[in-house]
């Protein structure tokens, strides 16, 4: 069995996981107004997203060279060393064959290679820096996190959008598995800078202010017309339960399985209708590690307030189920926003018990949905935690953790 | 569930590159020596200090390859698709995979990049609202790998893979992993990468290119060059494979990893990652390296990038080396960046099912730093085992061994 003994998180909310914590529940997202100054926005577009404060990273243990990195990079050595240090594991001084690295990105370092393309437009293509193109790739921050930290292990950047931050953990549940690796730091980092965010909003898919309601994210609720845009970075360290035993480490949770699908019926940039077969996938899933929906305790829902993510999300769910009254569910990206990777820190938490309820005492459900979340905190028996995500485009992703 | 250990055989390739479009294109081209290197049309590059790459041909060919939709694709997306339905088709399955478990396992580092820098260049500093949202639409890199999955109603697991030169490479690894664990019956696996500004102008203001066709291990090697295209393997567990009766092209026997924790774009000079990940490689195939016939290398023609790659080599294949033929594919189609695995795989195939030698093109001496048998002539060649290798930004590795449908237990470790 593989746990999670170690948990790094940066976001909006700041540095480390208390941090987030206080967030969710205090239920209020930590939102900064984006920079609209470059005028690709529309005027009515959403105006708000969960930024990772600079003056939050100050003081942060860093390598010197942090100042020639892009965000996301910076993010994720930031959250690597906070696990390794979660972890109880310090950072080798030779590079350590045994350690692997997989971060998910769903937009890559997009601040440099805008800055990259801006320099090649106005000063010509012999003038651009080099260090902005070898910042723009998109396993810039996975080579930076096996920099700081010795990982001299398989070394993967996974792209699948919102479906990334589980998978990441999915991949490196497989190479601890296989043995290519004792220890594997996963999760995922992202940046939201204003190209993105206005490019997001181009596509519809971020909440905005309508009448009296304020622009936030409204996760399966009648009202919801979009998700927060988030940046930030979370990464996992995770080894086997006997290696973390070995060495008397805590684990925070228990891996049981993790498990992917895609709905071919989904346009490029949005969702489709395979509610079906999205649904046996899961189901199957849950029946390939030993577990069926009556074995699960709550749910920590991907759904980000997305109209019709969140239908699909609700369809598959109660088709899943079957009919079955569905365990209590969360859906943390009501606080965290949209990638950045705080939805897996949030879900980790709330496997390794930590508990919070619903951001809204009053959650407006929506009626066609039939599902919503849980306004009171889960219940301390709670041990089975089913994490899901569908992502724009048809990936899907689970993730089915334990307490300890 | 299939036994951990099952063997994984490729049933089927498909390729789009600089040759044109089709695995015979290529096959015929690797024989013949010469370069789709040559001066682009793409956009216009008169600023930049290097104006040749491996630029996809006949545009008008995508609409037959892909069908009218192609006009609505990047070109990522169509290199992707195209490449999926050859290999499909050459694997003798349906073109709709939605009653099998199958899944895609891509590769790609720009994604439709190109199309979303015409859309910026375009569009900067202005109300976004007002630009064509399809030129936005294939931007991320996961969207080669789910255009294919949504071409082909795959709703097994899709992954992409976006860890620069080595993501190919990495993605075929992933894709034998999970035939191996029983995930999927079907893995499509491979990338697809086009010409975009960031890239041709990042390797240039790197001084990576060469102002000529890349020229991999000679002593006058001056850089890389880029290519674009898509190359997709499809793969199946060997039992499976053989009941249905399909082409059995090689068996994929093995793949590993590893990362060199050195630099962000340099090599390890020494070449200790790379010879880490082919040792893990064929530590997985259980194989020796004396078993190894052929070496498919990274050979992207940058200085430091060749010789690093010769040191991992002779750490890895000692004496074997001087016995070993190898060739650098990159010489014919370019890097394609997160397609480059892919094609390289491909390529690797090919020359197991010809029992041929792909020479490597490009003029002059070998450096004679570098002490390798480069492939000179495309002479018959008992290639039992091969292995492709590839190393990326960032100090990803990744390597794969390949060995004939045939070939039984010689070679075990």
Known sequence: MTVVTGMGTVSAAGLGKARLLAALRSGTPTLAHIDRSDGMHHRTSARLAACVEPEALRGAAAPTDARRMSNPSRFALLAACQALEDAGLPIPTEPDGERAVVVATAFGHTAF?????????DLGPTLASPMLFSESVANAAAARVALATRAAGPNLTLAQGEAGPLLAVARGLAEIEAGRARTVLAGAADEMNPLVHAILDRFRALAR??????????????????????????????????????????????????????????????????????????????????????????????????????RLEALVLRQ????????????????????????????????????????????????????????????????????????????????????P | MPPARAEVAVTGLGVVSGWGWGVGKLDAALASGGTSIRPFVRFDHERYPTHVAAEVPERRAASESVGREASDLSFADTFAIAAAREAIAGAGLPGDLSNHDAGVFFASCTGGGFECESFYEAWRGRNLWRGPRRLL?????????????????????????????????????????????????????GGADSLAHITFGGFNVLQAMDEQPCRPFRAARRGLSLGEGGAVLVLERLSEARRRRAPILARLEGAGASGDAHHMTAPEPHGRGAAEA??????????????????????????RNDLAEFHALEVVFGAHLDALHISATKGSVGHLLGAAGAIEAVATVLAIRNQRLQPAPGGGGIDPAIRVRLAREPVAASIRRALSLNMGFGGCNAALVFSSPGLGSEGAT
């Open chain 1, 113 to 121: 290679t805008q800055q990259m393309f801006d320099q090649i437009l």
């Open chain 1, 209 to 310: 202010a309508r009448g009296d309601q304020p622009e936030r994210a409204r996760p399966f609720e009648r009202r919801r017309n979009g998700f927060l845009a988030a940046e930030g970075a979370s990464l996992l360290l995770l080894e086997s339960e006997a290696a973390a035993t070995a060495r008397g480490a805590t684990p925070i949770a228990r891996i049981l399985g993790a498990w992917s699908a895609f709905d071919p019926s989904a346009p490029p940039s949005g969702w489709g209708n395979g509610v079906d077969r999205l649904a046996a996938r899961l189901r199957r899933g849950l029946t390939r590690f030993g577990r069926s929906p009556g074995d699960v305790d709550a749910i920590i829902s991907g759904a980000s307030g997305s109209r019709a993510g969140d």
């Open chain 1, 320 to 403: 899943a189920w079957g009919g079955q009254p569905l365990p209590p569910i969360l859906a943390p990206k009501e606080t965290t926003g949209e990638y950045g990777g705080a939805f897996l820190a949030a879900a980790v938490l709330a496997a390794s018990g930590e508990r919070w309820g619903s951001a809204s005492d009053s959650v407006d459900v929506d009626p066609e949905l039939g599902v919503g979340m849980s306004t009171l905190p889960l219940p301390a028996t709670a041990r089975c935690f089913l994490v899901t995500t569908l992502a724009a485009g048809g990936p899907a992703s689970w993730l089915l953790l334990e307490r």
């Open chain 2, 137 to 189: 639409a294939s931007h991320p890199v996961s969207r080669p790998g789910e255009a294919v999955a949504r071409d082909l109603r795959v709703t097994g697991p899709v992954e992409t893979v976006s860890s620069a030169c080595a993501s190919g490479t990495l993605a075929i690894g992933l894709a034998l992993d999970a035939l191996r664990t029983g995930t999927v019956d079907i893995a499509i696996a």
């Open chain 2, 278 to 303: 082919m040792a893990r490689a064929l530590r997985d195939a259980d194989c020796r390296p004396d078993s190894v016939d052929w070496i498919n290398t990274h050979g992207t023609g940058t200085v």
